[in-house]
C-alpha cells in the first residue's frame, strides 16, 4: 500500500513542470526537452531574448528601431515581446513598424490589416512601403511577366531594398526582423545547395536569438496575439520550400538539426586564398551593391526593357551592370535618404 501510495506522489510530481513544480506541463520544448507550464514557457522564452539583447550590447537608449512587420506570427512575436522588454527593462527605445506592400492581391493587402491593428494595440507608429511607389512594378505585375518560376527572386531581391529605404526613411539605427532558428537552418542549407560563399559567410554572421519556428507558435497561440497566417499564394514554387520540407524530415529524425545546421553554418571558414565581393554602393540607386549595379536595379532594369530574365542568376565577374553605358547617378542618389546604410539585425 505505501509502495503504491509513493508510486503515485512519484508520477504526479513528474506531471509538474519541470521548472517551478507548481502547474502541470503544457508543452516540451524541442531546444532543452523541458515539460514546462504556461507561464514559465513565457518567462524562459521572453527572458533568452532579453540575455541575447544585453549580452551583445544591442540597443543603446535613445535608439530609433524599426520592426519589419509583415503581419504574420514571427513579427507579430517580435513586437510584441520587444515592445513589452522595451518598457520592462527600460531600453529606452523608439519603437517602429515597417512593412512593405509588395502588392500580392488576396495576400498582402489581408495582412496589412492585420499590421494596422498592431499598430493600435502596442501603440507603435507604422511606415508602409509599396512595391509600386518604389520600383513602378507589382508582385502581381511581375508575375504576369515571368511567370511563377522566379517570382520569388524579384520579391526577396526588392522586399531587402525596400526595408532599407524604409529605415532611411524613418532615420532609424537599427533594423530588426522575425527570423526565427528554422529560416537560418534554410538558409545556410540553400547558399550550400548554391555554392554561395559569400551570402554563407554573411548569413550567420548576424547577432540572432535562435527562437524555434515551433516556440514561436505557441508563444503566439497561448498569447492570443492578432497575426495572418495564410501563405504567399505565390510560394509553393519557391526553392525555399524544398530545402524547408528536407530540414522538417531531418527535425523528426533528430531534434537538433535544425540548431546543429546554423552551428556548422557559423563554423565554415572560408579559404584566404578565396576572392570575395567588395561592398561598395550602386552607382545607379546608390544601395549597397558588390557590382556597378545593384541586384535590384539589374532586375528592375530587365523588367522595364521587357527582359525580365536578364537579371535572373548570380553574377559572374563583372557582368552584373558591365553592359550598361548608364552611369550617371538619380539626382536623388545622393541624398541621405537614398543613401543612408542601416543596421540589420535578425530575431
Known sequence: MEA???????????????LCNQRRPVLKRPKTLQQICKDCFYEVFEEEIHQVIVKNGLFKAGERVAIGA??????TVLAYV????????????????LSIDEGITGYRDDSLETVKRNELQYGLPLQILSYKDLYGWTMDDIVKMIGLKNNCTFCGV?????????????????LVTGHNADDIAETVLLNI???DIARL????????????????????YFKKLDYFSTECIYSPNAYRGFAREFIKDLERLRPRAILDIIKSGED???????KMPEQGTCERCGYISSQKWCKACVLLDGLNRGLPKMGIGRARGGANGDHHKETKKPASAGRSLESKQCGSLDF
Request: glycine fraction near 8%.
Open 82 to 97: 520587444l515592445s513589452e522588454l522595451n518598457r520592462r527593462h527600460s531600453y529606452g527605445l523608439d519603437l517602429f513598424l
Open 70 to 75: 509583415s503581419g504574420g506570427k514571427d513579427s
Open 201 to 220: 559567410s554573411r548569413c550567420t554572421s548576424i547577432t540572432t536569438v535562435y527562437i524555434r519556428e515551433g516556440d514561436l507558435h505557441t508563444y503566439a
Open 268 to 274: 565554415f571558414r572560408i579559404a584566404t586564398t578565396t
Open 4 to 18: 503504491s501510495e509513493a508510486k503515485s506522489k512519484k508520477q504526479g510530481a513528474s506531471r509538474l513542470c519541470c
Open 158 to 174: 526588392f522586399r531587402r531594398q525596400a526595408l532599407d529605404r524604409g529605415a532611411a526613411l524613418l532615420k532609424v539605427d537599427k
Open 193 to 195: 545547395l548554391r555554392g
